[in-house]
């Protein structure tokens, strides 16, 4: 069974600049969710999608972050400008029914350095 | 945000010792997640312990959750080299959200 895919692996951009990140969940993976790791802290959460309707979005700075899983599987992150401190790396996870009741099988992650 | 934080915030113990890490949270959950990150690495599912669950095992892993103490702790026994790592918890509270700790960073010695 493939993994969670993520692209591009790595991205160093200089601020105010544009970055989209791709990720495609596992074949059958109702639930995805989008996380920011800064260096040294635990994943925070930005974005869940159960299917393509969003579940929970309370910590995504919707100023600047924009999600969208339009077809309910493979799903995009934009940010838009970036910041210095957007410097992360960027973590997608799915699961097969979501609700926090199952294993979230996450991605090697995007590395972003903002500049 | 209700989320886990856990302690210590760094372990450094020698091969075939055991390492305990623990959790605090602070309000009602559906239930508690383990996960372990190599360095530079994504996030791998260690256990999951719902609210009514007060200890499980898998390998040389035992998680307990003391929900009136609003805690639970991780047990790695006979620790390895390969079990270096950063090891977080992650909580799914009543309100379907799912938060992570800082994480406890483990350092086995050969």
């Known amino acids: 069974e493939a993994g969670v895919a993520q692209s591009p692996r790595y991205k160093i951009i200089e601020k105010r600049q544009s970055v989209a990140f791709w990720c495609n969940p596992i074949s059958g993976h109702a639930t995805l969710y989008w996380y920011q790791q800064i260096l040294g802290q635990g994943p925070k959460l930005l974005i869940q999608?159960?299917?393509?309707?969003?579940?929970?979005d309370s910590q995504l700075p919707k100023d600047r972050f924009s999600a969208e899983r339009l077809k309910g599987v493979d799903s995009t992150l934009k940010i838009q400008p970036a910041k210095l401190e957007d410097s992360a790396v960027y973590l997608c996870?799915?699961?097969?029914?979501?609700?926090?009741?199952?294993?979230?099988?996450f991605g090697p992650g995007t590395r972003l350095l903002v500049l | 945000s209700q989320q886990g934080e856990e302690d210590p915030q760094a372990l450094s113990i020698q091969e075939g010792e055991n390492a305990t890490m623990n959790c605090s949270y602070k309000?009602?959950?559906?239930?508690l997640q383990w996960y372990r990150q190599n360095s530079g690495r994504g996030l791998v599912h260690l256990i999951l312990?719902?609210?009514?669950?007060r200890e499980k095992h898998s390998g040389r892993l035992r998680v307990t959750l003391d929900t009136s103490k609003k805690s639970s702790s991780l047990l790695i026994t006979a620790s390895r080299a390969a079990d270096t790592a950063s090891y977080f918890c992650?909580?799914?509270?009543?309100?379907?959200?799912?938060?992570f700790g800082a994480g406890t960073r483990l350092t086995v010695k050969p």
């Open positions: 999608f159960q299917n393509n309707g969003v579940v929970d």
């Open positions: 992650a909580i799914f509270g009543r309100s379907n959200d799912m938060r």
């Open positions: 996870a799915s699961s097969l029914q979501g609700w926090g009741q199952e294993t979230q099988y």
């Open positions: 309000t009602s959950i559906n239930n």
């Open positions: 312990i719902r609210s009514n669950e």
